[in-house]
């Protein structure tokens, strides 16, 4: 059974600097992972994919990487801004035909001003 | 224009009532999902439909019942609502399933804003 850890479970930050989340699963047989991110009272919001080939994927001032055989995701924030505040969430789709997606518990992030 | 919508975005009600969730995308997408975030944020799936036909149900009671009069919606019904319904329930919706995916951004799943539940 696939599970998925995101740690910190908290994280507060002065703005400016920059951050990694951590993701991690147990079963390395993923077709992809997915971050999103999550505002108060919001549905989810898909920042990115990574394909189970795939090294990383970048999107702005964000960077998420995977590597697959140790079962870890990270999620890279440069020059952390207050509206980077929110949840963030990873979840991934095992391989071999599950349309599911399985959600670590996700990382709260504050960014001060 | 809103991409995944559900309705309502606040429900009350009392234990033992019947109520529904309506969800509509309009992107065109072949799969719709609806998802449970309980009070510890857990979000896990309940089912998944693809043009209209189920495709996975994860052990959740029959008092949830899903709908799909088409492919751009997804309703779930729920009968006889317990105090452990209360949640945020969201709908998602994506291109294709994983099955026929060709992958990339196909596979992305888009998510409604979610409606959340209170059972008194």
């Known amino acids: 059974k696939q599970e998925v850890t995101q740690i910190p479970a908290a994280l507060s930050v002065p703005e400016g600097e920059n951050l990694v989340l951590n993701c991690s699963f147990t079963?390395?047989?993923?077709?992809?992972l997915q971050w999103f991110r999550q505002d108060p009272g919001k549905g989810l919001t898909s920042l990115l994919l990574?394909?189970?080939?795939?090294r990383e994927q970048t999107s702005g001032r964000l960077n998420a990487s995977l590597d697959k055989s140790s079962g870890r995701s990270t999620l890279y924030i440069a020059a952390s801004q207050p509206g980077d505040s929110a949840t963030y969430l990873c979840?991934?789709?095992?391989?071999?035909?599950?349309?599911?997606?399985?959600f670590g518990k996700g990382t709260k992030l504050t960014v001060n001003p | 224009d809103t991409a995944v919508s559900q309705t309502p975005k606040y429900l009350v009600t009392q234990m033992g009532n019947d109520k529904s969730i309506k969800c509509e995308q309009n992107?065109?997408?072949?799969?719709m999902y609806w998802y449970k975030q309980d009070s510890k944020k857990f979000l896990k799936i309940m089912f998944s439909?693809?043009?209209?036909?189920?495709?996975i149900n994860e052990t959740v009671p029959n008092r949830f019942s899903p709908k799909s009069p088409d492919k751009a919606h997804l309703n779930l019904h729920i009968n006889s609502l317990e105090l452990g319904d209360s949640a945020v329930y969201f709908c998602?919706?994506?291109?294709?399933?994983?099955?026929?995916?060709?992958?990339?951004?196909?596979?992305?799943?888009?998510f409604g804003p979610g409606t959340r539940l209170t059972v008194l």
């Open positions: 998602a919706s994506s291109p294709q399933p994983l099955s026929g995916g060709a992958g990339g951004n196909a596979d992305t799943q888009y």
């Open positions: 079963d390395s047989a993923i077709y992809n």
């Open positions: 990574i394909q189970s080939s795939q």
């Open positions: 979840a991934v789709r095992r391989q071999g035909g599950s349309e599911k997606l399985v």
């Open positions: 992107l065109g997408h072949d799969t």
């Open positions: 439909y693809n043009n209209k036909e189920l495709i």
